[in-house]
């Protein structure tokens, strides 16, 4: 038996990066910050999300940069050669099955308003 599952809750670091296809699918790429259970840090973990569909959509009209989310999901590899120096890279990668919008209504109305108030 095997078992991939990945189950994180922390903060946005910046609003989604969502890309339509002519197919109709929606993918979402965010930056989730997690605090480490250790106190002797404040450094935060810092992680790739990748959604898909329904939920990609979700995240984009949703999430913003501060909110708190809690993801579970899978863990894979993104691998690609580098086009400068011809090295095989490699980076982690969440891909997200389900997105929990965490936090009270006040916080995320007043994220979106900070956010509407940019423009």
Known sequence: MSLNVVTLVGRVGG???????ESG?????LTLAVRKRSRNTDEPDW???EIW???AQIAADYVRKGAQIGVTGS????HW???????????????????????????NESSMSQNHSEF
């Open 81 to 107: 050669q580098d086009r400068s120096t011809g090295a095989n890279r490699s980076m982690p990668v969440i891909k997200v099955d389900q997105l929990d919008l965490l936090g009270s209504k006040r916080d």
């Open 47 to 49: 992680f790739t999300l």
């Open 75 to 78: 863990l894979k590899f993104d």
């Open 15 to 21: 609003d989604p990066d969502v890309k339509y296809f």
């Open 25 to 29: 699918t929606v993918k979402c790429k």
């Open 53 to 55: 569909g329904k939920t």
